[in-house]
Each structure stands twice: as C-alpha cells, then as structure tokens.
C-alpha cells in the first residue's frame, strides 16, 4: 500500500508539473514535485478510507 500510494503520488504530481509548466518555466521538477508529494499522499489516503467507509455494513439492531 506504501509503494503503491508513493509511486502514485510521484506520477500525480509529474503529471500536474507537465500541466503547470507551461505558465512557469522558471519551476524544477524534482523541486516541484517534492512540494507535492506529502500533500498528495495524503489526499490519496483520505479519498481511500472514505470510500472504503461507504462500504461499510453495519448490523441492525
């Protein structure tokens, strides 16, 4: 899961450097993407356990 979450984040984060790069030419992407990766890690953290609790079934009284 922690490889998996990290290559994912590196790949999020190259994939909106090829997107930002346009307007700022001046940004390195190892830098950029370095400023991206916690954060995206994070998100991609929230968005699983709020979808694996939608799955949830809990027993009836």
């Not at 994912?8 to 450097?17: D, F, T, V």
């Not at 030419?25 to 939608?54: D, G, H, R």
């Amino acid at each position: 899961m922690v490889l998996i979450r990290r290559y994912l984040s590196k790949g999020l984060a190259a994939g909106l450097y090829k997107l930002i790069r346009h307007w700022s030419p001046t940004i390195e992407q190892q830098s950029f993407v370095e400023l991206l990766l916690k954060p995206i890690e994070y998100f991609l953290v929230m968005v699983a356990v709020i979808m694996a609790s939608n799955h949830l079934v809990f027993p009836s009284r």
